[in-house]
């Protein structure tokens, strides 16, 4: 991981709002919303989800082949779940090779960034005071979904990823990741935002940060949330 990652359509922000679109019209099963319906803050935060996810489905964790959302499979929802937005699991040969990486997203249609310090918040969270928002209890959380779905041979690997701090999680990434108006500079924002991190514990090769700047933002997710170019 390098540190910070600029996401922007190419060639411009028509071509990334039509791969956004064709996402969502292969995702979204109940409809798009009226187009009178006004869009709700807790559905521009799934959007955000949906859009980092499949970014980093399409282009990033090719070689994932276990992800879980919180948010991002129901973009459309009025319902914003409280648990880790995007899991990344990546099992290799040997425990030595596996790694989570764990994706918190704030989007932001507004002419202020600071809603990305919210990342770390969500961050202190997985070795705060509220069990149930530890890293441990995230954990056991994947544990739960693995069995669920067959794959209960891989908990004890899963568990090796973290530990009691974050010099100790040997296997815990981080991805904060804000979804942006691209008429912002977010460089010095979320190079700040890492620092922190890293101040906090976390290695240096172990936070990267990711900006997704779209144009117009505000417009362009009310068009996609009602599937218009």
């Not at 764990?102 to 918040?121: H, P, R, Y």
């Not at 890293?198 to 940060?209: K, L, M, R, Y």
């Amino acid at each position: 991981m390098t540190g910070w990652t600029e996401w922007r359509g190419t060639p411009d922000d028509g071509a990334a709002h039509q791969t956004i679109l064709t996402w969502l019209q292969n995702a979204v099963t109940a409809g798009f919303l009226d187009q009178t319906q006004p869009l709700s803050q807790r559905v521009k935060g799934n959007l955000g989800e949906f859009i980092a996810y499949w970014i980093g489905k399409s282009y990033v964790f090719t070689n994932v082949a276990i992800v879980h959302t919180s948010n991002a499979w129901d973009p459309l929802s009025e319902i914003s779940r409280p648990d880790l937005d995007i899991v990344w699991l990546y099992f290799g040969e040997t425990e030595a090779d596996d790694w989570a990486v764990l994706q918190e997203v704030k989007t932001t249609g507004g002419n202020s960034l600071s809603i990305a310090d919210g990342l770390i918040k969500d961050y202190e969270k997985l070795f705060g005071e509220n069990v149930r928002l530890t890293l441990q209890t995230r954990l056991s959380a994947l544990k739960n979904k693995l069995d669920q779905h067959g794959q209960g041979y891989l908990s004890t690997r899963v568990s090796a990823l973290g530990g009691p701090r974050p010099s100790q999680s040997r296997g815990i990434r981080l991805a904060p990741t804000l979804v942006h108006d691209a008429a912002l500079d977010s460089s010095g924002k979320m190079i700040a935002i890492r620092q922190v991190l890293i101040g906090q514990g976390w290695s240096t090769d172990a936070v990267e940060c990711w900006s997704v700047a779209l144009g117009e933002i505000e417009q362009r997710l009310v068009r996609l949330a009602r599937g218009q170019l």
